[in-house]
């Protein structure tokens, strides 16, 4: 697991939508080989909407289509949905886990510290 630490608005979105590029198209569902899941419904469309827009900007629709990654951006309650059964079809990798450990924590308050397992993001 890669872990990736910055601030606030320091570009952790876009570096994530740069890994699911990185990704494949595949002819199953979700139909990509990467997943980016978001702690709440408006981080899902606004991701969703930060992919389509950079597909678009950058013209990169002969490589990557649109519709190869319009499921490629999904909630939390979508993930535990979809990984039974199809999880070694796709990699995912999670926004914000501050925000989603005080979801599970059920607090407002972000914890002081954290430990965590993996590999600084390069």
């Known amino acids: 697991m890669l872990v990736m630490v910055k601030g606030r608005r320091e570009g952790k979105t ?3 939508i740069d890994w699911l590029f990185r990704g494949k198209s ?16 408006a981080m899902v469309r606004y991701t969703t909407k930060m992919v389509v827009d950079r597909v678009r900007e950058e013209s ?3 490589t990557i ?6 499921k490629a951006v999904w909630s ?4 535990q ?10 990699d995912y990798a999670v926004d914000n886990v501050d925000q989603l450990l005080m979801q599970m924590l059920q607090t407002h308050k972000s914890p002081a510290a954290i430990t965590i397992n993996g590999e600084p993001w390069v």
């Open 65 to 70: 289509g649109v519709a190869d990654l319009r």
């Open 60 to 62: 990169l629709s002969d």
């Open 26 to 41: 595949i002819p199953q569902y979700p139909g990509w080989n990467r997943i980016i899941v978001c702690t709440t419904h």
């Open 14 to 16: 876009t570096a994530l």
């Open 81 to 90: 949905s979809n990984i039974r059964g199809r999880g070694e079809l796709f």
């Open 76 to 79: 939390v309650a979508e993930l």
